[in-house]
């Protein structure tokens, strides 16, 4: 399982790299779908059917409405050459990956081997969640009953978001 | 924004029914199986995408549309919000209490008031995911 993880994540780094560098803006998007595709197969090896449905629905509703926003405007990519303050910036971001490489390789040390973390809080949610929230899909008790302060937060970041675009591409604000 | 060609439509008649019937089992059925309003709401959304896709339609109709889409997210919103506060009223000081009885375990109607959480959530996330793809459409209509 670890190797087959390993195999589509490696696959991931391969299409958001090449999204990076494609000189179609169509073909980036579509090696954009390569990355959340693969993700939705992780989830289901890792067994998380809710988070994969999801994933998998919300992946290709934007893949939609990226490839209209390409098709309707332009596919091309407007490129920039490297002035000084975009190497410094290069230099900066390659000294920030070695040290989050540092600190990742000394931190794994001390985590609990794949797939057998056991937290405190966890225990307590699955312990008789079915009894006390009432509902057979442990997710949906979790999303709903013990965290539902998090959900309600998560649905109005959603309508804010939609005011926001509404604001922004409203008829006046054009002119 | 025009409409696509009659194998499109024909197509999209005999499909988005069928997708928007799916999104709502994956609604109600949240509390029992994999998905949620969240899910749900999104394949909903998909349907009412694949229609105006494949139809088109004129400016007016589709700012119609747009109007009333703001309004049903707002309404779900609020019913959502409302629902969490149930509970203070009751007397039990408690944020997202669940007020109605539980009933059996697996059981379509149990779980209180989750399922009713689930679709209005659901209700909420179709509408804005539309409202996201309507509002693009129609800013391009305006330029032309």
């Known amino acids: 399982m670890e190797l087959a993880l390993t195999i589509i994540t490696g696959f991931m780094v391969i299409g958001a790299i090449y999204a990076i560098h494609a000189k179609d803006l169509l073909s980036a998007v579509i090696a954009c779908g390569i990355v959340g595709y693969g993700l939705v197969i992780c989830f289901l090896l890792l067994k998380a059917p809710d988070l994969a449905i999801v994933q998998i629905v919300v992946d290709t509703m934007s893949l939609i409405i990226m490839v209209t926003v390409v098709l309707n405007t332009s596919r091309e990519e407007p490129y920039y050459g490297l002035d000084s303050r975009g190497r410094t910036l290069a230099v900066a971001a390659l000294a920030l990956i070695i040290a989050l490489l540092y600190y990742f390789v000394i931190s794994t040390g001390h985590l609990d081997a794949f797939g057998e973390s056991h937290l405190r809080m966890s225990e307590a949610y699955m312990n008789g969640a079915a009894e006390k929230t009432g509902s057979a899909n442990l997710v949906t008790g979790v999303v709903f009953d013990f965290r539902g302060y998090d959900t309600l937060g998560e649905a109005t970041v959603l309508v804010t978001a939609v005011l926001g675009v509404i604001a922004i591409l409203r008829l006046k604000g054009k002119k | ?144």
């Open chain 2, 1 to 144: 924004m025009k409409g696509m060609t009659t194998i499109v439509k024909k197509t999209t008649q005999i499909l988005a029914g069928i997708i928007f019937l799916y999104g709502a089992y994956v609604v109600i059925h949240g509390h029992l199986t994999p998905g949620g309003g969240f899910a749900g709401g999104v394949i909903m959304a998909g349907a009412f995408i694949l229609v105006t896709l494949a139809f088109g339609g004129g400016f007016l109709n589709l700012k119609k549309e747009e109007t009333g889409s703001t309004a049903t997210e707002n309404i779900a919103v609020l019913i959502v919000i409302i629902l969490s506060l149930v509970g203070l009223f009751l007397g039990a000081k408690v944020f997202f209490l669940n007020f109605l009885p539980r009933g059996t375990v697996g059981e379509l109607v149990s779980a209180g008031v989750l399922p009713l959480y689930n679709i209005f959530v659901g209700i909420e996330v179709t509408s804005s995911i539309f409202i996201l793809f309507l509002a693009l459409v129609i800013f391009k209509e305006e330029d032309t």
